[in-house]
């Protein structure tokens, strides 16, 4: 059975399979978002789901197995949502604005996306995160600030730090949702945009 070896290649499933497979996903999704991960059992996907645990295991080599699936699943769909946004921009400044914002916006767009990622990482579940998937999005920060920097459009400071802050508020994102379902984040992204504009422009622009 397939459950005992790594998923087969997206190209390699039929129609079917990639269908069971997203769906199974996105229950997933669902249920480590609102019960977190602890309580994000086999049992209480399948059951989201309307299938058996059986079938989960079919597509899937345990949790673990799904975990990972669900964690690239949401990085990949927040990719598809921002990269687009943030191409569009010209020049650095505009850029990371647009990614400060697009990065808001897929929360607002997606709510338990990013809940289930937040709460794998308070779950200590990290490790199942691919960390390329991570690393991406801390080299598109990277990028956009060196090159503000080099073109002058960015006053001196340290861009680890700096990837690091604007990072740091952005993982807040997921838990102010549960905090305050009822937040504007629209609202919350132009302040984020506007705060991390004045931390990273020239003082002359």
């Known amino acids: 059975m397939r459950s005992k070896n790594e998923p087969a290649e997206p190209e390699k499933l039929s129609f079917i399979e990639a269908a069971r497979r997203a769906q199974i996903v996105e229950c997933a999704i669902d249920v480590i978002a609102e019960l977190g991960f602890g309580q994000a059992s086999l049992a209480q996907i399948a059951k989201r789901a309307g299938i058996s645990t059986g079938v989960i295991s079919y597509h899937f080599a345990g949790k673990d197995q799904l975990i990972r699936a669900v964690a690239r699943h949401v ?29 808001v916006g897929f929360s607002a767009a997606h709510p338990n996306h990013s809940r289930a ?67 504007n984040l629209d609202a919350h992204g132009r302040e984020l945009v506007e705060i991390f504009d004045r931390a990273t422009r020239q003082d002359d622009l």
């Open 117 to 183: 990622i937040a709460n794998l990482y308070l779950a200590g579940q990290s490790g199942l995160v691919d960390r390329s998937m991570e690393q991406a999005r801390r080299d598109g920060f990277r990028t956009i600030l060196e090159a503000g920097q080099r073109d002058g459009v960015f006053r001196g400071f340290d861009i680890r730090v700096m990837v690091a802050t604007i990072i740091g508020a952005l993982n807040m994102v997921p838990q102010l949702l549960t905090e305050e379902p009822g937040i």
């Open 75 to 103: 990085y990949e769909t927040g990719g598809a949502f921002i990269r687009p946004r943030v191409d569009l921009q010209s020049g650095p400044r505009a850029a990371l604005g647009t990614l400060i914002a697009a990065s």
